[in-house]
């Protein structure tokens, strides 16, 4: 396809919320000075009952940025408030562009709408370009021998380590926006100022644990090289330590681009000379490839987003008690650190990947109830809620998930010995529980008095008998499962 230097391409952006180290953004450029950056306020996502109030005031601040990135580089971000179905074809129509580009995603949702968008736009004569850039390898790039995807991590983690990455592309510079009269066709045609959280219906007043925008996700992975990245290896799982990047909200908008990022642990591994530096980059790179395992399972198995991969667990009796269930969201439990971990979410907008393992096999395997509830609920809390992550950290605590690991249930009182064995962690989101023993924090056995004293409830379940009840169960599905076969 050929272009000229006067030819507009806009550029929808969706989970790659940055001009620098964009991929599709880079080649649309290459094509045309007259890159203009769109973004769609989707109601459907929007109105679908499942934002957290957290991940949109952290999203609208990328867009502000991002506005502002756009103007520092000769262009605009234009912002639209409907359907992309109906919205893109009607402003690409209006503003006479040649092209639509975006970078693709993994998601069954946006499958299924970009191709219906493609179609749209290519129905009224305008070209579309999709590009893998939220990935360092494409889907198709990594597959086993037979040419099926990976189901087991660590093969996929042997092929996709091995293989060359892509550096940092390009940053939007010297590009061309819209004329006066071409943005007032524009206003015509649906956009509009960008709009607050607030204004959207999404309120949100604690900090944010991690700031808006490309510029903050640069200093955190920075700082994170700089200082944490080093220890990363132990100090992962204390969650009372900044011993992690937090930088899941900034990797799951694309507030920083994942080349951006690797080309940093690059830097980190050339500069260093010690074995246990390299250990430690090597689990962090681990956890990016843990990131795109999920999104290679996602785009493979579209059918993860509704349920159990493995047998046993699709028909596993789960007793879905709703009080329960509300213990857990509340962070009542009478588990300190499982109550801990679900008010720091419930505060903070973010949690703990040791605490997610616990948390989740808390409600799984001691309380009983199907992990696709606790999946809903970390996607209306979380700050950087992603789909194909949030289904496999689930799958993978129910044991319900594609890599089987022997039956593990997760044992709160032993995890708080290991992994907060002062207890900082708990006292720091149990204020009520400060003042008592280490000793009670960590194994929960709290006398009745402390207890009524500190108004902190008593275990809704016993963990030694719903473990042993868990395990039964299970024994009994994989027995029917034989049977059946
Ligand atoms: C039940 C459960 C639910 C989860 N839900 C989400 C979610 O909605 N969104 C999300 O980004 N992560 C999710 N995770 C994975 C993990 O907990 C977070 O990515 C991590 O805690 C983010 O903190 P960080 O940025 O400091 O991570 P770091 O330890 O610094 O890791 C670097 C990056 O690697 C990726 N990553 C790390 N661990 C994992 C993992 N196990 N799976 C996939 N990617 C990973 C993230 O992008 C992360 O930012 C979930 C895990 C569990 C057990």
């Given at each position: 396809m050929q272009y000229t230097m006067t030819d507009l391409i806009l550029f929808w952006h969706r989970r790659d919320l940055r001009i620098a180290d964009n991929v599709g953004l880079a080649i649309a450029r290459q094509r045309s000075p007259k890159v203009v950056g769109v973004f769609c306020l989707d109601p459907e996502i929007l109105e679908g009952g499942d934002v957290a109030p957290v991940r949109m005031q952290y999203m609208i601040g990328c867009l502000q940025e991002l506005q502002e990135r756009y103007t520092?580089?000769?262009?605009?971000?234009?912002?639209?408030?409907?359907?992309?179905?109906?919205?893109?074809?009607?402003?690409?129509?209006?503003?006479?562009a040649k092209a639509v580009f975006w970078n693709k995603d993994v998601e069954p949702y946006s499958r299924s709408r970009d191709r219906e968008v493609a179609e749209a736009l290519r129905a009224s004569?305008?070209?579309?370009?999709?590009?893998?850039?939220?990935?360092?390898?494409?889907?198709?790039?990594?597959?086993?021998?037979?040419?099926?995807?990976?189901?087991?991590?660590?093969?996929?983690?042997?092929?996709?380590?091995?293989?060359?990455?892509?550096?940092?592309?390009?940053?939007?510079?010297?590009?061309?926006?819209?004329?006066?009269?071409?943005?007032?066709?524009?206003?015509?045609?649906?956009v509009i100022p960008l709009p607050t959280a607030k204004d959207l219906g999404f309120v949100w007043t604690n900090e944010l644990p991690l700031a808006p925008g490309t510029g903050a996700a640069e200093e955190r992975l920075e700082a994170f090289c700089d200082r944490a990245l080093g220890e990363y290896q132990e100090q992962r799982n204390y969650p009372a330590n900044p011993g992690t990047s937090q930088l899941s909200a900034a990797l799951k908008f694309g507030a920083i681009g994942v080349r951006t990022v690797w080309a940093a642990t690059v830097a980190v591994e050339e500069q260093s000379r010690s074995d246990e530096t390299r250990e430690n980059i090597k689990t962090w790179r681990q956890e990016l490839a843990w990131r795109e395992f999920y999104q290679h399972a996602?785009?493979?198995?579209?059918?993860?987003?509704?349920?159990?991969?493995?047998?046993?667990?699709?028909?596993?009796?789960?007793?879905?008690?709703?009080?329960?269930?509300?213990?857990?969201?509340?962070g009542k439990t009478g588990y300190p650190i499982v109550d801990a971990a679900m008010r720091q979410m419930n505060t903070v907008g973010w949690m703990h990947n040791r605490c997610r393992m616990i948390v989740a096999s808390f409600l799984v395997k001691d309380l009983f109830v199907n992990s696709q509830f606790g999946e809903r609920y970390f996607t209306q809390k979380l700050i950087d809620w992603d789909l194909s992550a949030n289904n496999g950290g689930w799958q993978w605590s129910a044991s319900s998930?594609?890599?089987?690991?022997?039956?593990?249930?997760?044992?709160?009182?032993?995890?708080?010995?290991?992994?907060?064995?002062?207890?900082?962690?708990?006292?720091?989101?149990?204020?009520?529980?400060?003042?008592?023993?280490?000793?009670?924090?960590?194994?929960?056995?709290?006398?009745?008095?402390?207890?009524?004293?500190?108004?902190?409830?008593?275990?809704?379940?016993?963990?030694?008998?719903?473990?042993?009840?868990?395990?039964?169960?299970y024994q009994q599905q994989k027995g029917l499962q034989a049977k059946a076969k």
């Open positions: 520092a580089a000769g262009s605009q971000l234009l912002i639209l408030h409907n359907r992309p179905l109906q919205a893109l074809p009607e402003l690409a129509t209006a503003l006479k004569g305008i070209q579309v370009e999709a590009f893998w850039d939220q990935l360092l390898h494409a889907p198709q790039e990594i597959q086993a021998g037979s040419g099926q995807p990976y189901t087991v991590f660590t093969p996929f983690w042997r092929n996709w380590s091995n293989r060359t990455k892509a550096t940092p592309q390009a940053t939007l510079e010297n590009a061309q926006g819209l004329e006066p009269n071409e943005m007032a066709i524009a206003q015509q045609s649906g996602m785009y493979a198995f579209p059918d993860l987003a509704k349920g159990a991969y493995r047998e046993p667990f699709k028909t596993f009796p789960y007793e879905n008690n709703p009080d329960f269930f509300q213990a857990w969201c509340d998930g594609m890599d089987p690991k022997p039956l593990r249930i997760f044992n709160p009182a032993s995890q708080a010995k290991k992994f907060d064995p002062e207890g900082e962690y708990i006292r720091e989101y149990l204020p009520e529980l400060r003042s008592l023993d280490t000793e009670m924090l960590i194994s929960g056995v709290i006398p009745v008095m402390e207890r009524d004293r500190c108004g902190y409830p008593a275990p809704i379940v016993n963990h030694n008998q719903q473990q042993g009840k868990f395990k039964a169960v």
